[in-house]
């Protein structure tokens, strides 16, 4: 089989990685690819912001899969584009990927189908807004409607500075592109769980739980970055918790896709918070987590591509899945200044020894070969991952290896899996 991943983050190494290691593959193609699956596979460039061009790319490849990674492309409308060509390919359809894409879509679904979620109003004008918030108390979720890259939710702690918020979003003054609504939103608190699912539009399979580190500080301080670590292991939720989440999120949520016939294919990622009154919908995902999947695939036994092959022919009520019975922890080494501006090019040190340590893998996210040096080029630089027997052993091993790894300004979280550790999960 031929395999054509677009991405180029450390989910996409990940994705890479995990592909290579099934016997059915033969080639693996990452569009455009970074440093660390340059080193795995061959990389095509493409931009992911323009449809024609990754369909000129798949239709020159002639992939027998295509995996799309990001959230944008799908946004766009890749996969309907490939499906029209006949090339097969795993994720949602563009109208399927607007359970990610649009905010307020999400919410009225969640409304429609009774599944819990903060209570929420979805506003079109300034004016919509002053009246909405008047009937939330502080503190007041803003939320941007379209894709946000991490940046689009604003906490506000009075109605004056949810009302600017508002503003700056319906003006562009803080995404750079003006808002057509947004979404007015309960603050909720609890612990943050990242519940991934596999769909084939009919049937749901859970992945293993994770938890994400948003926030760039220890101790979960400090601005929201694209996720600077994250651990997975199977006491995150108890089974029974599991089947709830199954049972009153995820499958609805696909029963109800396909009953709207817009039919959910790919990764249905739900971000909930675990609250006092149950598990909420925080937000949807039509994919992968990063940095979730780095931690979540070091676990999964199944063959990657028997998987998502079922996925997409609908099969996936026949295929279980097989997961080590461990935990895994991925922490992110980022560019110093993140997720404020920093420096590229820098030359990254240490990647043969920190690669020997037992159970590690280093996944590279914004990184670059430049002659025969890997180099920093992007925010998020790295994923070492690392899967053991145990949650503690996992991070001890993801900390050892990150102590090899050296680049000028380089920063990562110490506090990876805090919250397990001290037994709140
Ligand atoms: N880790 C958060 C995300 O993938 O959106």
Same mark, same amino acid.
């Given at each position: 089989?031929?395999?054509?991943?677009?991405?180029?983050?450390?989910?996409?190494?990940a994705l890479a990685?995990?592909?290579?290691?099934?016997?059915?593959?033969?080639?693996?193609?990452? &569009?455009? %690819?970074?440093? *660390?699956?340059?080193? $795995?596979?061959?990389?095509?460039?493409?931009?992911?912001?323009?449809?024609?061009?990754?369909?000129?790319?798949?239709? +020159?490849?002639?992939?027998?899969?295509?995996?799309?990674?990001?959230?944008?492309?799908?946004?766009?409308?890749?996969? #309907?584009?490939?499906?029209?060509?006949?090339?097969?390919?795993?994720?949602?359809?563009?109208?399927?990927?607007?359970?990610?894409?649009?905010?307020?879509?999400?919410?009225?679904?969640?409304?429609?189908h009774n599944i819990?979620?903060?209570?929420?109003?979805?506003?079109?004008?300034?004016?919509?807004?002053?009246?909405?918030?008047?009937?939330?108390?502080?503190?007041i979720v803003v939320?941007?409607?379209?894709? +946000?890259?991490?940046?689009?939710? $604003?906490?506000? #702690?009075?109605?004056?500075?949810?009302?600017?918020?508002?503003?700056?979003?319906?003006?562009? +003054?803080?995404?750079?592109?003006?808002?057509?609504?947004?979404?007015?939103?309960?603050?909720?608190?609890? /612990?943050?769980?990242?519940?991934?699912?596999?769909?084939?539009?009919?049937?749901?399979?859970? @992945?293993?739980?994770?938890?994400?580190?948003?926030?760039?500080?220890? *101790?979960?301080?400090?601005?929201?970055?694209?996720?600077?670590?994250?651990?997975? !292991? /199977?006491?995150?939720?108890?089974?029974?918790?599991?089947?709830? $989440?199954?049972?009153?999120?995820?499958?609805? !949520?696909?029963?109800?896709?396909?009953?709207?016939?817009?039919?959910?294919?790919?990764?249905?990622?739900?971000?909930?918070?675990?609250?006092?009154?149950?598990?909420?919908?925080?937000?949807?995902?039509?994919?992968? %987590?990063?940095?979730?999947?780095?931690?979540?695939?070091?676990?999964?036994?199944? /063959?990657? $591509?028997?998987?998502? #092959?079922?996925?997409? #022919?609908?099969?996936?009520?026949?295929?279980?899945?097989?997961?080590?019975?461990?935990?895994?922890?991925?922490?992110? &080494?980022?560019?110093? %200044?993140?997720?404020?501006?920093?420096?590229?090019?820098?030359?990254? !040190?240490?990647?043969?020894?920190?690669?020997?340590?037992?159970?590690?893998?280093?996944?590279?996210?914004?990184?670059?070969?430049?002659?025969?040096?890997?180099?920093?080029?992007?925010?998020?630089? @790295?994923?070492?991952?690392?899967? &053991?027997?145990?949650?503690?052993?996992?991070?001890?091993? &993801?900390?050892?290896?990150?102590?090899?790894?050296?680049?000028?300004?380089?920063?990562?979280?110490?506090?990876?899996?805090?919250?397990?550790?001290?037994?709140?999960?």
């Amino acid at each position: 089989m031929k395999v054509l991943i677009l991405g180029s983050g450390g989910r996409e190494h990940a994705l890479a990685w995990a592909v290579k290691r099934s016997s059915r593959v033969t080639q693996v193609v990452c &569009a455009p %690819g970074n440093g *660390g699956m340059a080193q $795995i596979a061959r990389c095509a460039p493409v931009d992911l912001k323009s449809l024609s061009a990754m369909v000129r790319l798949a239709e +020159a490849e002639k992939p027998d899969l295509t995996i799309v990674g990001p959230e944008l492309p799908l946004s766009l409308g890749i996969v #309907d584009e490939l499906q029209q060509r006949g090339l097969r390919v795993f994720g949602p359809t563009r109208a399927a990927a607007m359970l990610e894409s649009s905010k307020g879509f999400a919410k009225r679904f969640l409304q429609r189908h009774n599944i819990p979620t903060p209570n929420y109003a979805v506003c079109s004008s300034s004016d919509e807004v002053e009246k909405a918030i008047e009937i939330f108390h502080p503190p007041i979720v803003v939320k941007a409607d379209g894709l +946000a890259a991490g940046k689009g939710v $604003i906490i506000c #702690d009075s109605r004056n500075t949810a009302a600017e918020a508002a503003h700056g979003l319906f003006t562009g +003054a803080l995404l750079g592109t003006s808002e057509q609504q947004l979404v007015i939103e309960e603050f909720i608190e609890g /612990d943050e769980i990242s519940f991934l699912c596999l769909s084939d539009g009919k049937h749901v399979t859970p @992945l293993v739980p994770a938890q994400d580190h948003k926030r760039i500080g220890e *101790g979960d301080t400090g601005p929201n970055t694209g996720g600077m670590g994250v651990y997975s !292991t /199977d006491s995150l939720l108890d089974p029974a918790m599991s089947e709830w $989440i199954l049972h009153y999120i995820a499958v609805p !949520t696909v029963e109800g896709m396909a009953a709207e016939e817009t039919p959910f294919t790919g990764v249905l990622y739900c971000g909930l918070m675990m609250t006092a009154r149950g598990p909420q919908v925080l937000e949807f995902n039509a994919r992968f %987590g990063d940095p979730e999947t780095q931690a979540i695939l070091v676990r999964l036994e199944s /063959d990657l $591509i028997d998987v998502l #092959d079922a996925c997409v #022919d609908g099969r996936l009520a026949d295929t279980p899945l097989r997961w080590s019975s461990g935990a895994s922890a991925c922490v992110v &080494a980022s560019s110093g %200044g993140y997720p404020g501006s920093y420096k590229n090019g820098l030359p990254i !040190t240490g990647l043969a020894a920190a690669a020997q340590v037992p159970g590690v893998q280093v996944f590279h996210a914004g990184t670059a070969q430049v002659g025969g040096q890997i180099v920093t080029a992007g925010g998020r630089v @790295l994923g070492v991952t690392a899967a &053991a027997d145990s949650l503690d052993q996992a991070l001890a091993r &993801a900390y050892q290896a990150m102590a090899e790894i050296s680049f000028e300004g380089m920063y990562y979280r110490r506090d990876i899996g805090h919250r397990a550790l001290k037994g709140k999960s």
